[in-house]
């Protein structure tokens, strides 16, 4: 193979596999997250109208910075722990509930900044409304901007332009870093409504400052200035994160929520949040009346039972029985026998000996002619002879029998 035909096949091999992993490179690689159909500043969409490299930038610079997917009138209050500095809110598509007015007015009071990129003031709920699809009407409109807004509590008169073509020029303000800034924006404020502007190119003002207790509301006119689009074409990601940086130190946090991205709640905090709600208190409330009724009235919730009785082991109540059933059965030669048996039982532990079970009239005569015992046990060997014999005792002479072993049993342990 000659130097030439070499070089070919070189050439040629090595411009394959670098098709082949460009190829593979491009397969793999990520596709930019899009949101073609509400093109919404959010923090997830990596496309020009998304919000992605506002977050980056600002989690770069700033590592406390977090996306905020929960209602606001859970944001903890400034002081408390993991407490925010910053709220970004770029362009929110639902509208403010009162109960998280009230709890914004108060975050800011106690020191806290809201940047918010607005066109129409941010507005509050006041009928359902479907955010599903967006309305052809312009948001700047005179329409949109006679509703109730956030911005409207603070600056009633303030208006915004129409959207237009994007300009682009140099920054001046209060709020400018110092150096060149150059900024990008389509929409500005008309009227301003007297407050403080921060920000103004070509002398028209961008945004203005608002102050709410001891915190402040930053009101940007674009909401497209934090869009990847624009911080790609100029500097307003600096100007951002000096807004930012330029409060106080806590963390950063850019609001989702009110995006449509909301962030799912366990059962055991859905129903904490349920309980805190008037019908929630209702609820403990007839619990609580529940269980004091079962506890004083002592309801039952079950079958009633027979309570258990006592167990009792009477020597007198076994005795009875014992007789009873002897008694039933005619059965006195049987009776007989049983105490005898007894008897030499006891006698036989006394003294040490075992007793004949078979022979207990022989034991009897034994009994009789030792000197301990010689009086009763005559006595009891007599009559229990003539148990033997056939012979029925009537009560009185079977009870004697009776009497007679105990007072053996009870002569032979003294």
Request: aromatic share 8%; proline share 5%; charged share 20%.
């Amino acid at each position: 193979m000659s130097a030439q035909t070499y070089n070919r096949w070189t050439a040629g091999i090595a411009t394959g596999v670098f098709v082949i992993v460009s190829g593979l490179l491009a397969s793999l690689s990520t596709e930019p997250s899009t949101d073609s159909l509400r093109q919404r500043p959010s923090t997830f969409f990596t496309d020009p109208s998304g919000a992605r490299a506002l977050y980056l930038v600002v989690k770069q610079f700033l590592p406390a910075a977090e996306q905020w997917r929960r209602p606001i009138d859970f944001l903890p209050l400034t002081g408390a722990q993991d407490a925010a500095s910053t709220l970004i809110a770029a362009e929110p598509a639902r509208p403010l509930s009162l109960a998280e007015v009230k709890h914004l007015e108060s975050w800011l009071r106690a020191g806290g900044q809201l940047i918010l990129f607005t066109s129409n003031g941010w507005p509050l709920r006041q009928r359902p409304v479907s955010n599903d699809v967006e309305s052809d009407e312009d948001p700047a409109s005179e329409n949109a901007a006679g509703s109730e807004t956030l911005l409207s509590h603070y600056a009633p008169s303030l208006r915004w332009t129409k959207a237009d073509k994007f300009n682009t020029g140099r920054a001046a303000g209060s709020s400018i870093p110092d150096g060149e800034i150059v900024l990008r924006w389509r929409r500005s404020f008309r009227n301003t409504d007297g407050a403080k502007v921060i920000a103004a190119a070509n002398n028209t003002p961008l945004a203005i400052e608002v102050p709410v207790g001891q915190g402040r509301i930053i009101a940007i006119a674009d909401p497209t200035m934090a869009s990847n689009s624009a911080l790609r074409r100029s500097d307003n990601a600096v100007w951002l994160v000096s807004l930012a940086a330029g409060w106080r130190v806590g963390k950063i946090l850019f609001d989702e929520y009110h995006h449509g991205f909301g962030q799912k709640r366990g059962a055991v905090e859905l129903t904490y949040a349920f309980l805190m709600t008037p019908w929630g208190w209702c609820f403990l409330q007839l619990v609580a009346a529940g269980l004091l009724y079962v506890f004083v009235y002592r309801r039952r919730f079950g079958r009633i039972k027979e309570p258990l009785l006592p167990h009792r082991a009477s020597p007198l109540e076994l005795v009875e029985a014992r007789a009873g059933v002897l008694r039933v059965a005619v059965a006195q030669g049987l009776a007989a026998d049983l105490i005898v048996q007894h008897l030499c039982a006891n006698l036989g532990k006394t003294h040490g000996k075992t007793a004949d079970a078979a022979n207990l009239s022989g034991e009897l005569e034994h009994l009789a002619k030792s000197r301990a015992a010689a009086a009763p046990a005559t006595a009891l060997h007599a009559l229990f002879a003539r148990v033997q014999k056939g012979e029925r005792l009537n009560d009185r002479e079977f009870i004697a029998l009776g009497r007679t072993a105990g007072e053996i049993i009870r002569g032979s342990k003294i």
